[in-house]
């Protein structure tokens, strides 16, 4: 299949140096027209979806979407942060922590979940975005996306290093070489990594269903594991550590840290349940949209809560709080323990199952937004290129698997940790944003206006709410400005409710007390972001100008010759029925 965008007599902006500096002079009346474009949901699930070729195979059932929610969430995270949560900010109700961040994570859900059953492509996000504020924002989320995948899949590959090392005795040391010509940083090379990466790639490349096949296998062992580790716990633990520190001069009780702790708590464990939005990228490989997203998404979050909750319990049994180590919790908790050492290993085991189960779905994931950015040929479109023998897109894969590894190969894991879940944080902002407009506006019909008023409105309330959280002193004064804060927001959702109608309703699934759920969503991530440190901040800043650069110097003026056009000129106009038919 082969598509011709051009305009200005036939020639395309890229054609020659000469046209690519005329079409510079005009970028900005190319931006204006479009940055804020919207694709509509026939368009991505026809005419876009067909610049790949080939279809994706749709052989994923609500079973895999499950596999691989779990598989995406559950990975070496939740052994690092839960003891550094409990340790620094919740005590024993970490627990607490948990369930509050796993109701996040819920609700965030099920946003996915509405746009995911009414537009079941692979771009995720990205489409969500793209057919509600249209092509300038998606692009810019999509792009920050893409690159705290790329980052967060290198560090987690050189933590399998460190992981798998402990679980026979060695350290990392063993495992890399320093090159002394290098700074500090990257100069530690990592082949382990690297070796992972490509060969994960290898496997998301060859197919979906076998990657599937992959991911349950693996993941159903990490889950055994687990669940020994919970079993251990309950079983060595003491139900006193509960409510006792070892230092009677500590804070005691099941609350030691009061109401603060346990919400600065969840603010620190919610990264541990980030990946279920690799899922939905998985849509357009589903068998049966409208029955399997919902239970898919939904099911893998509650049941990685459950487990994320009786872990925090287990842990919370072995040991004080305050005796709790804040890198290394459970292995820490059992090698202090006369005759358990042996549990640290099975701790490394389980974890190495962890990683590569989280690196395979965000691996799929990241591949599945780069093919579709690449359909709206605001990148080039040879990464929309679904192969004709695998049913994957391997040019999107290869790319990004290849970029991973070269940045696992040097990178330090301290150095990739500063800089991701930033631009994961404000997808899920902006997805629960979009639900909310897509419910109320109908493009031509009604007024965007109270909408978009509504929306600044609440995020500015929820923006003063955080920075009263984290930046005034304790006292009356503070919990005043919180409460009348916190009243503000409930006010402008419920005027909101009350006054402004719903332009269409879902037809096969919609998110739950609508605008409340996306609203709640809303808050509680724009929350997460007053825990992020400077660091995360300078990324996405670096990042979303990067992004615009490249939007400004060639994707406007990519998609302004597909839309001057006016169509896609399809040779194999029998592709295109097909997927119509589809």
């Not at 687990?226 to 550590?241: P, R, T």
């Not at 603060?260 to 708590?265: A, E, L, P, Q």
């Not at 691996?363 to 679904?386: E, N």
């Amino acid at each position: 299949m082969e598509a011709q965008y051009r305009n200005h007599g036939g020639e395309t902006s890229f054609s020659s140096l000469r046209v690519y500096l005329n079409s510079l002079s005009d970028t900005p009346s190319r931006f204006s027209r479009r940055a804020v474009s919207v694709s509509t949901s026939y368009d991505e699930m026809s005419r876009v979806r067909a610049v790949s070729g080939e279809q994706m195979r749709r052989t994923l059932r609500w079973y895999d979407l499950v596999g691989l929610g779990i598989g995406g969430m559950i990975g070496a995270g939740v052994f690092v942060t839960t003891g550094r949560a409990s340790r620094l900010f919740a005590g024993p109700s970490i627990v607490v922590s948990y369930a509050i961040a796993g109701l996040c994570a819920l609700l965030s859900a099920f946003c996915y979940t509405e746009f995911a059953v009414h537009l079941p492509v692979a771009g995720g996000a990205f489409s969500y975005i793209r057919i509600t504020f249209g092509e300038f924002p998606a692009f810019i989320t999509g792009a920050n996306l893409i690159m705290d995948y790329v980052m967060s899949n290198a560090a987690v590959s050189r933590g399998f290093t460190a992981y798998f090392g402990s679980a026979f005795g060695l350290s990392t040391s063993e495992w890399r070489f320093v090159v002394s010509g290098l700074p500090d940083g990257f100069n530690e090379i990592d082949p382990i990594a690297v070796l992972v990466v490509l060969a994960v790639t290898f496997i998301i490349c060859y197919s979906t269903r076998e990657s599937s096949k992959v991911n349950l296998v693996l993941t159903a062992l990490h889950i055994a594991f687990i669940v020994f580790v919970i079993v251990m716990g309950f079983w060595k633990g003491d139900a006193k550590n509960l409510t006792r520190p070892d230092n009677p001069e500590n804070p005691s009780g099941f609350f030691p840290f009061g109401a603060s702790g346990v919400f600065n708590g969840a603010a620190m464990v919610y990264l541990s349940y980030i990946g279920y939005d690799a899922v939905s990228t998985m849509a357009e490989e589903v068998r049966d949209p409208v029955k399997d997203i919902p239970m898919g998404i939904s099911g893998s979050v509650a049941i990685v809560t459950v487990l994320y909750c009786l872990m925090a319990v287990s842990m919370s049994m072995l040991l004080p709080y305050d005796l709790i180590d804040a890198e290394a919790a459970y292995s820490a908790a059992f090698s202090k323990s006369e005759g358990w050492e042996w549990v640290t290993k099975v701790v490394g085991i389980g974890a190495s199952f962890g990683i590569l189960t989280s690196l395979l779905v965000a691996m799929l994931g990241q591949a599945r937004y780069m093919c579709v950015i690449g359909r709206s040929r605001v990148v080039p479109a040879w990464f929309a290129k679904v192969h004709p023998n695998t049913s994957t897109p391997v040019n999107a894969s290869a790319f990004l698997g290849i970029f991973t590894a070269a940045l696992a190969l040097f990178t330090d894991l301290n150095v990739l940790l500063n800089l991701v879940s930033i631009g994961t944080l404000f997808v899920f902002y902006m997805v629960a944003n979009a639900v909310i407009f897509r419910r109320y506006v109908a493009v031509g019909y009604t007024k965007p206006w109270p909408t978009l008023s509504f929306l600044c409105l609440f995020s500015i309330t929820s923006i003063v709410f955080t920075l009263v959280w984290k930046l005034a002193p304790s006292g009356p004064s503070k919990w005043s400005m919180l409460g009348a804060s916190a009243v503000a927001a409930i006010a402008i959702v419920q005027i909101f409710h009350c006054v402004v109608p719903q332009a269409r309703t879902p037809e096969f699934w919609g998110v739950p007390l609508m605008p409340w759920t996306p609203c709640v969503s809303i808050f509680l991530n724009i929350f997460l972001f007053g825990s992020l440190d400077a660091p995360s901040y300078l990324r996405f800043g670096f990042f979303s100008g990067l992004a615009v650069l490249v939007y400004v110097f060639y994707s406007v003026h990519a998609s302004y010759d597909a839309e001057g056009d006016g169509s896609l000129d399809f040779k194999d106009l029998e592709s295109l029925e097909r997927i119509n038919r589809v």
